[in-house]
């Protein structure tokens, strides 16, 4: 014998940003580590509340970590450059 719960049904928001992209932190060596959080996915309950009556979400989110060393150089094999155009990368930006 099965017992069949019922599930519980979501109803998808739309979201905006409210305030600054990232929160940025200075390490004592210089480094400057970025973070970022974004949403991807957030709903509100239909069929549910939480036991004391409030709204129950379900909130999918993601972390982008962007970290800048205090020298500012990266490195690139010489493959990678020979025959190249001579503008940076797409993903630079200046």
């Known amino acids: ?3 069949s719960k ?4 979501f109803k998808m928001l739309d979201h905006q940003r409210v305030g600054e992209d990232h929160v940025t932190f200075k390490l004592e060596d ?9 949403l991807d996915r957030v709903g509100i309950a239909a ?4 036991p004391d009556g409030t709204p129950h ?6 972390l982008k970590l962007s970290i800048i060393p205090n020298e500012r150089k990266f490195f690139v094999e010489p493959d990678a450059v020979k025959n190249k ?4 990368p ?3 930006f200046s």
């Open 1 to 3: 014998m099965s017992i």
């Open 6 to 9: 019922e599930k519980i049904e």
């Open 30 to 38: 210089g480094t400057i580590v970025k973070v970022k959080v974004d």
């Open 47 to 50: 069929n549910y509340k939480n």
């Open 57 to 62: 979400y379900a909130v999918n989110a993601s």
């Open 85 to 88: 155009s001579s503008s940076p």
């Open 90 to 92: 797409g993903q630079m």
